[in-house]
């Protein structure tokens, strides 16, 4: 796992001792490039980037479409990120570095952020970038549309001002630790205003065609088939990006990934089978990284949701009864092989200071499973199967029945859980869905009984664990409150985290609020994932998330 700087504390030293402090940012940025690097260099040092080849990347899912701002779909935005920027990045460390913001002072005790932008950077078509874009990307799309930003920010945001083009200002109702952390193409890529201003942004036609100011510019989109970037020739970041093109081709079987890496048909592939682990690593023309980071988010939990606007799912005990029937250690072992570990709590592990070690999830245990399913009213038939008798908003005789939606890449959760479930009398129908249509399905229509979803949460709790619990985020966005789950309790708790300074305190305040859901199960924490990259030689220079291609060649 890589190692974790809570930025939390490193702002607690920063408000703690004066207004007006002044980031300082390390000397380099997680791609190579200077942190500190000018806006753009003298007319005498010309950007010399290029000639680094083609880089062919396999990607598992179409994306449906190409703006990481509207969703936080790990399709969406692996296929797009480098497409565009955030104000800062994260480096390996998830301390911030510069972006499209060259530096920041923190005010107010931390309740004002005050960020001067690069000069001289200019969108794809041309256009200056402004402090009017992201003014516009943060109202008009990320604190309606992107669910971790929507549910973090936005209710203790209270403005943004735009003194001038490269001046932003981010005004707090009371300090706020986690904001640099949700500032870099993932929690926040900032989209061109002039483009989507007056329209429907999760509907405008630029969605499939983007406009953006990151190291690479669309060239095409041929949906389940590929996507074409070009090198953006005038990158604000010197001598960057020395890649010519990227190509994304769909390829959704994992281990057809792995024979077109093998082959040379493809440079690089986002996750390598468990089984092929071993044998990828002592190939002398494939190189492994090792990442808990992924486009779309980091520290992420397989998470089992239950809608909670079922009645056959309104019983606790039913709920409980699900977690018990789960063995998730197999789920590491037959479906991960190993890259990553069971949940523990519904906080990640990842995120050291917030997560409860003191807390007790389900064990797989089907005797204590089909128990408490009797207690709640579900009996087992002459086959075994469950049927209701006596249960609440449930007539009698009716099934144990639920669907199960998922991902197609998620398809051995959805077998390895029907065949489990089904051991203690509970019928699971596997529904896969492509991303766009399962966002749709769980979050807008609500037409679903269970389903399984990658929830990132990112390097603090307020960006990407409040989304699941708060009742205010039960709505359309995506991946967001799939449960529906409503505790006015874990609201203010979430509230009074979100404005208390110091890890310390705040992590007692996330301990409180993980023994409250944990009791009331609204979902199963399954496991949390680690990812594997594999790449083809003589590629070289990438990081493992976020930007990965950026400062990366495949010249040989």
Same mark, same amino acid.
């Given at each position: 796992?890589?190692?974790?700087?809570?930025?939390?504390?490193?702002?607690?030293?920063?408000?703690?001792?004066?207004?007006?402090?002044? $980031?300082?940012?390390?000397?380099?940025?997680?791609?190579?490039? *200077?942190?500190?690097?000018?806006?753009?260099?003298?007319?005498?040092?010309?950007?010399?980037?290029?000639?680094?080849?083609?880089?062919?990347?396999?990607?598992?899912?179409? *994306?449906?479409?190409?703006?990481?701002?509207?969703?936080?779909?790990?399709?969406?935005?692996? $296929?797009?990120?480098?497409?565009?920027?955030?104000?800062?990045?994260? @480096?390996?460390?998830?301390?911030?570095?510069?972006?499209?913001?060259?530096?920041?002072?923190?005010?107010?005790?931390?309740?004002?952020?005050?960020?001067?932008?690069? @000069?001289?950077?200019?969108?794809?078509?041309?256009?200056?970038?402004?402090?009017?874009?992201?003014?516009?990307?943060?109202?008009?799309?990320?604190?309606?549309?992107? $669910?971790?930003?929507?549910?973090?920010?936005?209710?203790?945001?209270?403005?943004?001002?735009?003194?001038?083009?490269?001046?932003?200002?981010?005004?707090?109702?009371?300090?706020?630790?986690?904001?640099?952390?949700?500032?870099?193409?993932?929690? &926040?890529?900032?989209?061109?205003?002039?483009? =989507?201003?007056?329209?429907?942004?999760?509907?405008?036609? &630029?969605?499939?065609?983007?406009?953006?100011?990151?190291?690479?510019?669309?060239?095409?989109?041929? *949906?389940?088939?590929?996507?074409?970037?070009?090198?953006?020739?005038?990158?604000?970041?010197?001598?960057?990006?020395?890649?010519?093109?990227?190509?994304?081709?769909?390829?959704?079987?994992?281990?057809?990934?792995?024979?077109?890496?093998?082959?040379?048909?493809?440079?690089?592939?986002?996750?390598?089978?468990?089984?092929?682990?071993?044998?990828?690593?002592?190939?002398?023309?494939?190189?492994?990284?090792?990442?808990?980071?992924?486009?779309?988010?980091?520290?992420?939990?397989?998470?089992?949701?239950?809608?909670?606007?079922?009645?056959?799912?309104?019983?606790?005990?039913?709920?409980?009864?699900?977690?018990?029937?789960?063995?998730?250690?197999? !789920?590491?072992?037959?479906?991960?092989?190993?890259?990553?570990?069971? &949940?523990?709590?519904?906080?990640?592990?990842?995120?050291?200071?917030?997560?409860?070690?003191?807390?007790?999830?389900?064990?797989?245990? *089907?005797?204590?499973?089909?128990?408490?399913?009797?207690?709640?009213?579900?009996?087992?038939?002459?086959?075994?199967?469950? !049927?209701?008798?006596?249960?609440?908003?449930?007539?009698?005789?009716?099934?144990?029945?639920?669907?199960?939606?998922?991902?197609?890449?998620?398809?051995? =959760?959805?077998?390895?859980?029907?065949?489990?479930?089904?051991?203690?009398? !509970?019928?699971?129908?596997?529904?896969?869905?492509?991303?766009?249509?399962?966002?749709?399905?769980?979050?807008?229509?609500?037409?679903?009984?269970?389903?399984?979803?990658?929830?990132?949460?990112?390097?603090?709790?307020?960006?990407?664990?409040?989304?699941?619990?708060?009742?205010?985020?039960?709505?359309?966005?995506?991946?967001?409150?799939?449960?529906?789950?409503?505790?006015?309790?874990?609201?203010?708790?979430?509230?009074?985290?979100?404005?208390?300074?110091?890890?310390?305190?705040?992590?007692?305040?996330?301990?409180? !609020?993980?023994?409250?859901?944990? $009791?009331?199960?609204?979902?199963?924490?399954?496991?949390?994932?680690?990812?594997?990259?594999? =790449?083809?030689?003589?590629?070289?220079?990438?990081?493992?998330?976020?930007?990965?291609?950026?400062? &990366?060649?495949?010249?040989?």
């Amino acid at each position: 796992m890589m190692s974790r700087v809570p930025l939390a504390v490193i702002l607690v030293g920063l408000v703690a001792g004066a207004c007006g402090v002044t $980031a300082s940012p390390s000397p380099t940025g997680a791609s190579g490039r *200077p942190s500190g690097s000018p806006s753009s260099p003298p007319a005498s040092e010309a950007p010399t980037g290029g000639g680094g080849g083609t880089l062919v990347v396999a990607i598992s899912a179409d *994306p449906g479409h190409l703006n990481p701002a509207i969703t936080t779909s790990g399709a969406t935005h692996t $296929a797009a990120e480098l497409i565009f920027n955030g104000l800062v990045g994260l @480096d390996e460390n998830l301390e911030p570095v510069p972006e499209l913001a060259e530096s920041w002072t923190i005010d107010n005790d931390g309740a004002q952020y005050t960020f001067k932008l690069r @000069d001289g950077v200019t969108w794809h078509d041309g256009t200056p970038f402004t402090s009017a874009d992201v003014k516009f990307t943060f109202e008009e799309v990320l604190l309606k549309l992107h $669910a971790r930003t929507r549910s973090s920010v936005g209710p203790v945001l209270d403005g943004i001002d735009t003194p001038d083009a490269q001046t932003v200002v981010f005004r707090f109702k009371q300090p706020y630790a986690p904001l640099l952390r949700q500032l870099d193409v993932t929690e &926040a890529p900032i989209l061109p205003k002039h483009i =989507y201003q007056g329209s429907d942004p999760a509907k405008n036609p &630029a969605n499939a065609a983007p406009v953006g100011t990151g190291p690479f510019a669309f060239e095409s989109y041929t *949906p389940d088939s590929e996507i074409r970037l070009k090198r953006n020739d005038t990158y604000w970041a010197p001598a960057l990006p020395k890649l010519d093109e990227v190509v994304m081709r769909v390829i959704p079987e994992s281990g057809s990934q792995v024979i077109a890496l093998e082959a040379g048909e493809v440079d690089w592939i986002w996750g390598v089978p468990g089984p092929d682990e071993a044998r990828l690593d002592a190939d002398p023309e494939v190189e492994l990284l090792r990442t808990d980071r992924n486009p779309g988010g980091s520290n992420c939990i397989m998470t089992m949701s239950f809608n909670f606007d079922k009645p056959i799912l309104q019983d606790v005990r039913v709920r409980q009864a699900i977690a018990h029937a789960i063995d998730r250690q197999q !789920i590491v072992d037959k479906i991960l092989f190993g890259q990553g570990r069971v &949940a523990t709590a519904p906080i990640s592990s990842g995120i050291g200071w917030a997560h409860a070690d003191d807390i007790v999830l389900p064990a797989f245990d *089907p005797t204590a499973a089909m128990a408490m399913l009797d207690q709640a009213g579900w009996k087992a038939g002459a086959d075994g199967m469950r !049927i209701a008798a006596g249960v609440t908003g449930v007539a009698d005789g009716t099934p144990l029945a639920l669907d199960f939606l998922h991902f197609p890449t998620f398809a051995r =959760y959805g077998e390895l859980l029907r065949s489990e479930l089904g051991a203690v009398g !509970i019928e699971l129908t596997l529904e896969p869905l492509e991303p766009p249509v399962f966002a749709e399905t769980v979050f807008t229509k609500r037409d679903f009984d269970t389903n399984v979803i990658s929830y990132c949460n990112g390097p603090d709790p307020e960006i990407g664990v409040r989304r699941m619990f708060d009742s205010a985020q039960i709505g359309p966005v995506p991946f967001s409150n799939a449960a529906g789950y409503r505790d006015s309790a874990v609201d203010a708790l979430f509230t009074q985290a979100q404005q208390t300074v110091g890890n310390e305190a705040r992590g007692k305040i996330y301990g409180r !609020i993980q023994q409250t859901v944990a $009791a009331a199960q609204p979902y199963v924490w399954l496991v949390e994932t680690s990812g594997v990259r594999a =790449y083809r030689l003589p590629c070289q220079g990438f990081q493992p998330y976020a930007q990965f291609a950026e400062a &990366a060649t495949c010249a040989p």
